[in-house]
């Protein structure tokens, strides 16, 4: 079975930072591209970041592209967010989520969009 | 970056009626479409892929059309457990916009 536990989110000052991961299990990792999605509270969902299986590539949105860093460890199983200089507008429930189908090769990664998502961690900007 | 347009935002319908749901994009991304559902609480759940095309285990009641800019989810028949908010979602370039989603609610 395909799981995927988000952790690292809580509450953080504006101007400060965040590194949330995402551990999967059930299919192997570096096989797949995986994203990070974003929803804040009561809003519809926005993409954050996506990485391919063998992160030659490294997309983000607009909105938070220079602020965060998006990673991953295959060994590890492991996926992650790097977040600074956050703000308000970050406030919402992070969900990294995979790839419908395997990257046929480490050059190459699929078009292909989210078909197992974790859970969400709720990342909260505040003073 | 491309915008994706869905409408309309809320929907009101009684159970086993037909429902249609349109996705705009401001510029072709060929058959790059999915179609998400989710219910309060929940996480998102993937419908439909490269436009009409239905993910393992999800019902024949939903069906996908389209390509270029425009994009429909239909709903053949509605059920009691359809009532959610659903998404459009572009894949075919490096941002992967969603739509801002219909609600679909119990008329």
């Known amino acids: 079975e395909v799981q995927l536990v988000e952790s690292g989110g809580g509450l953080v000052k504006p101007g400060g930072s965040l590194r949330l991961s995402c551990g999967v299990s059930?299919?192997?990792?570096?096989?797949?591209?995986m994203n990070w999605v974003r929803q804040r509270p009561g809003k519809g969902l926005e993409w954050v970041s996506f990485i391919s299986s063998s992160s030659t590539y490294k997309y983000y949105a607009e909105s938070v592209e220079g602020r965060f860093t998006i990673s991953r460890d295959n060994a590890k199983n492991s996926l992650f967010l790097q977040m600074n200089n956050l703000r308000g507008e970050d406030t919402a429930v992070y969900y990294c989520?995979?790839?419908?189908?395997?990257?046929?090769?480490?050059?190459?990664?699929?078009?292909?969009?989210?078909?197992?998502w974790g859970q969400g961690t709720l990342v909260t900007v505040s003073s | 970056d491309i915008r994706m347009t869905q409408s309309p935002s809320t929907l009101s319908a009684y159970v086993g009626d037909r429902v249609t749901i349109t996705c705009r994009a401001s510029q072709t991304i060929n058959n790059w479409l999915a179609w998400y559902q989710q219910k309060p609480g929940k996480v998102p759940k993937l419908l439909i892929y490269e436009a009409s095309d239905l993910q393992t285990g999800v019902p024949s009641r939903f069906r996908g059309s389209g390509s270029g800019t425009e994009f429909t989810l239909t709903i053949s028949s509605l059920q009691p457990d359809d009532f959610a908010t659903y998404f459009c979602q572009e894949y075919g370039t490096y941002s992967r916009t969603y739509g801002q989603g219909t609600k679909v609610e119990i008329k």
């Open positions: 989520a995979k790839s419908r189908i395997p990257d046929p090769s480490s050059l190459i990664f699929s078009n292909a969009p989210n078909d197992n």
């Open positions: 059930g299919f192997t990792l570096s096989s797949y591209s």
